[in-house]
């Protein structure tokens, strides 16, 4: 495997190699030529990914096709070749995460590929990309069809209100948002290059642009209860459910007005319990019988809740789901739109 030299910071301000300019000139001349063909509904994704982001990515240094990383557990580009379909849902993953050896546990950043006929600046698109990078601590992803790729910033929670506003301007204000065509301009193809190539990787390029980036903008709750910076998923997570966890027993004891402290811990805990359980069974599809969000239609979460908690029980017999004389009576108030 070739060795990759120290770079400093003229190196990286500097052009993309000739090599990688010239195999990916070679990939837009090709695209240009078809753009009509590759731009059409029946191009599908895998057909991009095999002609123009694989080679693409093999063109910034990555072993992509794996043909000298032939051990699994020491391949530097982790490639989702399918989707896993489960009662007819998919499971979804990254479709490639990127490592640096030696360390192949911690990716350093997502791709998240779509064809071309797909409209890339999306608020679904967006927040399914920052997800990927978000989950796995990593501060950038990249979203991409090959005819545009979008640089997302993961540093905070995604929301589906502000994921549109998430695509990374730098330091010096340069939106790293490309189209293809740009790609033949020798200085955005470095910024592209001296981000994500290997090389740069090999640098730590990319964890000092993104220490250098400024706050995110656009609405959204997290970006203003993150007021103080970054926090991990993890961090994030438990500071939201207190939230959620003091929100939830005010409405309990405003309600019911005779619970005793004791009582008011209990139930609010297990309440929480139970809709973290239902969220990891839907986001691991061992079930695909219910969505948490099916709770909130015809505006009657309480019930549907109840109901469904009594029938994952008869399932999975444990104490989240069994039947609670607080919880599971009749008499419990609970307010509609809190809960």
């Given at each position: 495997?070739?060795?990759?030299?120290?770079?400093?910071?003229?190196?990286?301000?500097?052009?993309?190699?000739?090599s990688?300019?010239?195999?990916?000139?070679?990939?837009?001349?090709?695209?240009a030529?078809?753009?009509?063909?590759?731009?059409?509904?029946?191009?599908?994704?895998?057909?991009?990914?095999k002609?123009?982001?694989?080679?693409?990515?093999?063109?910034?240094?990555?072993y992509?096709?794996h043909?000298?990383?032939?051990?699994?557990?020491?391949?530097?580009?982790?490639?989702?070749?399918?989707?896993h379909?489960?009662?007819?849902?998919?499971?979804?993953?990254?479709?490639?995460?990127?490592?640096?050896?030696?360390?192949?546990?911690?990716?350093?950043?997502?791709?998240?590929?779509?064809?071309?006929?797909v409209?890339?600046?999306?608020?679904d698109?967006?927040?399914?990309?920052?997800?990927?990078?978000?989950?796995?601590?990593?501060?950038?992803?990249?979203?991409?069809?090959?005819?545009?790729?979008?640089?997302l910033?993961c540093?905070?929670?995604?929301?589906?209100?502000?994921?549109?506003?998430?695509?990374?301007?730098?330091?010096?204000?340069?939106?790293y948002?490309?189209?293809?065509?740009?790609?033949?301009?020798?200085e955005?193809?470095?910024r592209?290059?001296?981000?994500?190539?290997?090389?740069?990787?090999?640098?730590?390029?990319l964890?000092?642009?993104?220490?250098?980036?400024?706050k995110?903008?656009?609405?959204g709750r997290?970006?203003?209860?993150?007021?103080?910076?970054?926090?991990?998923?993890?961090?994030f997570?438990?500071?939201d459910?207190?939230r959620h966890r003091?929100?939830?027993?005010r409405?309990?004891?405003?309600?019911?007005?005779?619970?005793?402290?004791?009582?008011?811990?209990?139930?609010?805990?297990?309440?929480l319990?139970?809709l973290v359980?239902?969220?990891?069974?839907?986001?691991k599809l061992?079930?695909?019988?219910f969505?948490?969000?099916d709770?909130?239609?015809?505006d009657?979460?309480?019930?549907?809740?109840?109901?469904?908690?009594?029938?994952?029980?008869?399932?999975?017999?444990?104490?989240?789901?069994?039947?609670h004389?607080l919880?599971?009576?009749?008499?419990l108030?609970?307010?509609a739109?809190?809960?």
């Open positions: 495997m070739p060795s990759i030299p120290e770079a400093n910071s003229a190196a990286l301000s500097s052009a993309a190699p000739d990688a300019a010239a195999r990916i000139r070679e990939l837009v001349e090709t695209f030529a078809h753009e009509k063909t590759y731009k059409a509904t029946a191009y599908q994704e895998a057909e991009v990914r002609d123009f982001i694989d080679p693409f990515f093999t063109a910034l240094g990555w992509v096709l043909q000298t990383q032939r051990n699994p557990h020491e391949q530097e580009v982790k490639v989702e070749r399918g989707q379909q489960v009662g007819g849902t998919a499971q979804r993953k990254a479709d490639y995460a990127f490592y640096f050896q030696p360390n192949f546990r911690d990716p350093r950043f997502y791709v998240e590929a779509k064809k071309p006929s409209e890339l600046a999306t608020a698109s967006y927040f399914q990309t920052i997800r990927y990078g978000w989950n796995a601590n990593t501060p950038l992803a990249v979203l991409t069809d090959f005819e545009q790729f979008h640089v910033d540093r905070y929670s995604p929301d589906i209100d502000s994921a549109i506003h998430r695509a990374v301007v730098g330091p010096d204000g340069f939106h948002t490309f189209h293809y065509r740009d790609y033949l301009d020798p955005k193809l470095a592209i290059y001296w981000l994500f190539s290997r090389e740069a990787l090999a640098t730590g390029a964890a000092r642009f993104a220490e250098n980036l400024p995110p903008k656009g609405r997290q970006l203003a209860f993150l007021k103080a910076g970054d926090q991990k998923p993890d961090e997570f438990l500071a459910l207190e003091e929100a939830l027993a409405s309990l004891k405003n309600e019911n007005s005779t619970l005793d402290g004791e009582a008011l811990t209990e139930i609010t805990q297990r309440i319990d139970r359980f239902f969220r990891f069974l839907e986001d061992i079930e695909t019988r969505r948490v969000a709770l909130l239609a015809n009657a979460p309480w019930p549907k809740f109840l109901a469904l908690s009594r029938t994952l029980d008869a399932t999975y017999n444990g104490v989240v789901f069994k039947e004389p919880i599971d009576s009749s008499h108030v609970m307010d739109e809190v809960f």
